[in-house]
């Protein structure tokens, strides 16, 4: 990806002076900065950046700036970036799945932080971590999982034990001497403080089939981004409930929260400018980029419909709005993103579409296919 030095005012001030014909990633550092301050002023308890999201050096030094102390690592990888960028700050590493090499190395850099979500993989944590690393306890958190509540989409489908099995695992860790902790993750884009009340009424009631008072108590990420015109995301009031339901489940024995945003903390950070390519008979937009570049989430998650449409001169264009087809650059069917996108009567061949939120799991599943995928990197003072 090539990288525009420059510092512009905003993205209509990137297309006004570069006439981009490749995709173009702007960020805004201070977009992000104040987003990490206020997951930092109002979850009440230590906040872990999901590195999985946005593995960008300039995210991490930033989230770093900003007063970020804590970071989600889902792989050696991410360890070692952490490791080198951050190396004061805690590694959690919360992928309940790992092969034994990948063990053995967190070992070696000294990760103290671990999820699990079976027995067998209990197992393996047993055989190669040790229960302390100096004077510090080793934490084992067993991640559990219930019925999807107000999420984009499900994580439960491929981690997660139930809440007796969660038990079981939670007193072994005890038992042999760990530190016991719980986590869970309420689904990606979860708009309703409603699911985390819910998870942790259940983490209390595993606390009590298990007879261990948890440490800890890892929320999880699925903190929501904007990306629905006029619904903007309720952190305040999610923060609020995570805090009042803890308080009221276990009172003065709470464990300390901790929390693992991503796409909470990054997304609204970016914006994806993207050009027309044609417009089929009038009909169908094909754009320069799609769903095997910066745009790949939106089948899954839905369309990002905070978009502007500029002209090549960075000005509006204020048609009425219709829903249209959007196809990517590539050969490949597949390539459309979900239903139809509401774009202004006025646009033609040409013209720039900027998604706004697009700074999570973009250009980290840029897969190049078909030859098309180069995308600059810009930064800009603010996204709008």
């Known amino acids: 990806m090539g990288q525009q030095k420059t510092v512009w005012d905003n993205p209509a001030d990137v297309i006004r002076h570069l006439a981009p014909e490749h995709p173009v990633m702007v960020f805004a550092p201070t977009v992000l900065q104040d987003r990490a301050r206020q997951f930092i002023q109002g979850f009440p308890g230590l906040v872990t950046y999901a590195v999985k999201s946005n593995p960008d050096e300039a995210v991490i030094q930033n989230l770093v700036t900003a007063g970020i102390q804590g970071f989600d690592v889902a792989s050696p990888f991410e360890i070692d970036l952490i490791g080198r960028m951050a190396p004061h700050a805690a590694r959690h590493y919360h992928n309940p799945v790992r092969g034994r090499s990948e063990i053995a190395h967190a070992v070696s850099v000294g990760i103290t932080s671990w999820s699990v979500d079976s027995k067998s993989e209990l197992d393996k944590l047993f055989e190669q971590v040790p229960a302390k690393v100096g004077d510090k306890g080793v934490e084992i958190s067993p991640r559990f999982k219930l019925p999807v509540l107000g999420a984009a989409y499900d994580f439960g489908s491929k981690f ?225």
């Open 160 to 384: 997660g034990a139930s809440p007796e099995l969660a038990a079981e695992l939670l007193a072994e860790v005890a038992r042999r001497g760990y530190v016991p902790s719980l986590t869970f993750h309420p689904g990606t884009q979860c708009t309703d403080p409603i699911a985390w009340e819910s998870y942790i009424r259940v983490a209390k009631d595993i606390c009590d089939m298990a007879g261990v008072a948890a440490v800890r108590l890892n929320v999880g990420g699925g903190f929501p981004s904007h990306r629905v015109i006029g619904v903007e995301p309720d952190l305040a009031s999610i923060f609020q409930e995570i805090g009042d339901t803890a308080t009221e489940m276990f009172g003065d024995n709470a464990p300390a929260l901790v929390c693992e945003p991503g796409r909470g903390l990054c997304a609204d950070a970016y914006a994806l400018i993207t050009r027309i390519k044609g417009i089929r008979d009038g009909g169908d937009v094909f754009l320069n980029d799609g769903v095997y570049g910066g745009l790949a989430e939106l089948p899954i998650v839905g369309n990002i419909d905070r978009i502007e449409v500029l002209s090549p001169e960075g000005t509006p264009r204020t048609g009425e709005t219709h829903g249209r087809v959007i196809f990517g650059p590539t050969c490949d069917s597949v390539d459309r993103l979900p239903g139809e996108l509401g774009l202004p009567d006025d646009a033609v061949e040409g013209d720039y579409v900027i998604f706004h939120g697009a700074g999570a799991y973009s250009t980290v599943t840029n897969t190049r296919f078909n030859g098309f995928g180069a995308v600059t990197n810009a930064t800009v003072m603010q996204l709008s």
